[in-house]
């Protein structure tokens, strides 16, 4: 996950060479227990990391999996979703309505429609929306594709592995607060409304800023818990840094407010 920039720009100086063809798309298998495995398909590679299958994806398959009823007959939406595996996993679980949101690029918003067909039933597949959506900005189409009986948002809101953008927490904690639904009276404590991101610290020296990601929503008055540790193969075998803590996804409730115990 390492890069870099480059330090000069010399526009047309010089011709550019012929830039490689994309590479062709790839698939990633999600091997689950009470339900068929998944077949992801990722773009063949993209600057928004939408051609890897991320550890917290796995995570969050897993956890929705065993905690059925975050999901059952409840609206979802997922920010930054890449190849989908975590809403998928909830359309399964019975979500009345899952809307699935990457960055609104052609390539983006296509796989993850392909990843819909190919994996839902056709039942299952009417209840999910796929949009191009930038973080931060109006969520007026997001918010339209909710039944008219929605009108005060989406119960889960999913994040998984998104908070390395830290020039984007801001942007993120907007979009969630103007989407997650309001806690009413009649809620089941466990399951209210609620906005679940799932990471991993895969530059450990930068993860302070990671959780910069929950100091900022804490500030802005939301409660943050961990409820999620889980161990697996790190995502870069060769990155530096150490691998302990690059291997591990960590999982986190954020509410509005006291909502009581949540499913470990």
């Given at each position: 996950?390492?890069?870099?920039?480059e330090?000069?720009?010399?526009?047309?100086?010089?011709?550019?060479p012929p830039?490689?063809p994309?590479?062709?798309?790839?698939f990633?298998?999600c091997?689950r227990n009470?339900?068929?495995?998944l077949k992801i398909?990722?773009v063949g590679s993209?600057?928004l990391?939408?051609?890897?299958?991320?550890?917290?994806a796995?995570?969050?398959?897993?956890y929705i999996?065993?905690?059925?009823?975050?999901?059952?007959d409840?609206y979802v939406?997922e920010?930054?979703?890449g190849?989908g595996?975590?809403?998928?996993v909830?359309?399964?679980n019975?979500a009345k309505?899952?809307?699935?949101?990457?960055?609104?690029?052609?390539v983006?918003i296509d796989?993850?429609?392909?990843?819909a067909?190919q994996?839902l039933?056709p039942?299952e597949?009417d209840?999910?929306?796929?949009?191009?959506?930038?973080?931060?900005h109006?969520?007026?189409s997001?918010?339209r594709?909710?039944?008219?009986?929605?009108s005060t948002g989406?119960?889960?809101?999913i994040l998984s592995d998104?908070?390395?953008?830290?020039?984007?927490?801001?942007a993120?904690l907007k979009?969630?607060?103007m989407?997650?639904a309001?806690?009413s009276?009649?809620?089941d404590?466990?399951?209210?409304?609620c906005?679940l991101?799932?990471?991993s610290?895969?530059?450990?020296?930068?993860?302070?800023r990671?959780l910069?990601?929950?100091?900022?929503?804490?500030a802005a008055?939301w409660?943050c818990?961990?409820?999620?540790?889980?161990?697996y193969?790190?995502?870069?075998?060769?990155?530096?840094?150490?691998?302990?803590v690059r291997a591990?996804?960590?999982g986190?409730r954020?509410?509005?407010g006291?909502?009581?115990?949540f499913?470990?």
């Open positions: 996950m390492q890069g870099g920039e330090d000069l720009y010399l526009g047309d100086v010089f011709t550019e830039r490689p994309t590479p062709p798309p790839t990633a298998t091997t009470a339900f068929p495995d398909r990722l993209h600057p990391w939408a051609h890897h299958l991320w550890n917290a796995l995570a969050f398959a897993s999996d065993s905690n059925p009823k975050i999901a059952r409840r939406l920010l930054g979703a190849g595996l975590p809403g998928l909830a359309a399964q019975g309505k899952v809307v699935l949101t990457d960055y609104p690029e052609a983006l796989n993850l429609e392909f990843n067909r994996n039933s039942d597949k209840h999910v929306e796929t949009q191009g959506y930038m973080w931060g109006p969520v007026d997001i918010m594709a909710l039944p008219k009986d929605a989406f119960h889960l809101i998104l908070i390395f953008n830290h020039s984007q927490h801001d993120l979009s969630c607060d989407c997650l309001s806690r009276a009649n809620d404590a466990s399951i209210a409304p906005v991101v799932f990471y610290h895969h530059r450990p020296h930068l993860a302070d990671d910069g990601f929950f100091r900022k929503a804490q008055g409660v818990e961990e409820i999620v540790t889980r161990k193969p790190p995502m870069f075998p060769e990155d530096p840094g150490e691998e302990e591990t996804v960590l986190w954020m509410t509005r006291d909502t009581g115990d499913p470990h």
